[in-house]
């Protein structure tokens, strides 16, 4: 048996970045049931969903609970009280409202959602980590865990304090494997120590790492012409020690194909391929203008509707393809609003960074760049 008593494949499936419909930000239901079941007829059984995501939920409900056995996957989802809950009672309520947009009777792993910051305290405040527990002990959620972005010492702050914590959840990649403010390697370690079992995020970056800049790719293409940029940031986290499973946050049914395919070809990364990602994640770091992965957390807290992700990205095309990239990709994704200029500095969005990003001065310099 694997970690926590169960056998679950090295693939994951993220629901964060669900297909959309053309010209709609309504998820792809259709699409996304092809990719359930490409992903089942493969094997795989986790599955990874949270209120924060959208309708997310919702499709899981449609597209994976009410179309197969429920015994046949494990499903997580996740408690963000920061968010939007105000109260003990609010806090309490998302658990129910998961339960009833998901319809899955109970959840695998049940996570309290991006401990860090702030919302330590809210997740503290508001009794959180008890809470988790009596769900367990009533046989509503099988196990409890929560996803850290934060250092590796407030890491081991809460597992010091929560020793009834089953699992962690972290952003861990090839090009954060040393970032200052990520800390992947740290926070890997920081589990291991404490042998508490890691779910991998992130793996792909928020997408940069399968369409890295040209002088990136030159290093990886020279390397090993046959592999993708996927394949080399999927066989990186898979051969983490410690490791539950690896959440790929697949949007197409081609991903999710071409994702299977590399899982049921994993071989363990060479030592001569770990020293040609090191140089490879050199390269990035002089070019990346910010370590972005689209989690959007700091979209929800901007009370300008902001489009900060895009803003973002659009900023590191810019530096990675040239700003003629970023302007086009920043016009195209605020031609309906949400500009950089409209930011009123309230700092909202910084407070809920899991990078620590700067954003209100990334936003002026985009609103300077790109309008």
């Known amino acids: 048996m694997g970690y926590l008593g169960q056998d679950i494949p090295k693939l994951g499936f993220g629901l964060m970045r669900l297909p959309k419909l053309e010209d709609s930000e309504t998820i792809d239901i ?10 089942l007829q493969a094997g795989g059984t986790y599955f990874d969903t949270a209120r924060a995501y959208g309708g997310s939920e919702d499709a899981v409900r449609q597209a994976l609970v009410e179309r197969y056995p429920r015994e046949s996957f494990q499903l997580a989802t996740k408690n963000a009280a920061w968010i939007g809950p105000k109260s003990y009672e609010d806090a309490r309520k998302d658990f129910d409202i998961s339960l009833e947009k998901t319809g899955a009777g109970y ?4 996570l309290i959602h991006n401990t860090g910051s702030f919302r330590t305290k809210v997740f503290d405040d508001l009794e959180m980590w008890d809470f988790v527990q009596e769900l367990k002990a009533a046989g509503k959620v099988k196990h409890i865990g929560f996803s ?11 597992i010091l304090a ?7 959840q972290l952003q861990v990649n090839w090009a954060d494997w040393d970032n200052a403010n990520t800390q992947s390697r740290k926070c890997v370690e920081t589990a291991r120590k404490h042998e508490l079992p890691v779910v991998v995020m992130e793996p792909v970056r928020g997408g940069t790492l399968a369409n890295p800049p040209e002088p990136v790719a030159e290093i990886l293409r020279d390397a090993n012409p ?3 940029f996927v394949e080399w940031a999927l066989r990186f986290v898979w051969g983490l020690e410690g490791l539950i499973t690896a959440l790929s946050g697949m949007s197409s049914l081609e991903q999710m194909q071409q994702n299977l395919a590399t899982w049921k070809g994993y071989e363990p990364l060479s030592h001569d391929e770990l020293a040609t990602l090191k140089r490879a994640r050199q390269k990035l770091d002089e070019m990346l203008d910010n370590p972005c992965t689209s989690c959007q957390y700091c979209m929800k807290a901007c009370p300008k509707d902001i489009k900060i992700a895009q803003v973002m990205e659009a ?3 810019g530096a990675m393809y040239g700003q003629d990239n970023g ?4 016009g195209f994704n605020t031609s309906g609003g949400g500009k950089a200029s409209e930011c009123i500095q309230c700092f909202s969005c910084e407070a809920a960074c899991p990078q620590h990003i700067e954003i209100v001065g990334k936003l002026e310099r985009a609103a300077d760049l790109f309008e």
Not at 327 to 330: D, F, L, T
């Open 162 to 168: 929560h020793p009834e914590m089953e699992f962690v």
């Open 107 to 110: 959840f695998d792993f049940y």
């Open 315 to 317: 900023l590191n095309r």
């Open 30 to 39: 259709e699409q996304t049931k092809q990719m359930v079941d490409a992903f």
């Open 226 to 228: 046959d592999a993708t």
């Open 327 to 330: 302007k086009n990709w920043y």
């Open 148 to 158: 850290h972005h934060d250092s590796a010492e407030r890491l081991e702050e809460i």
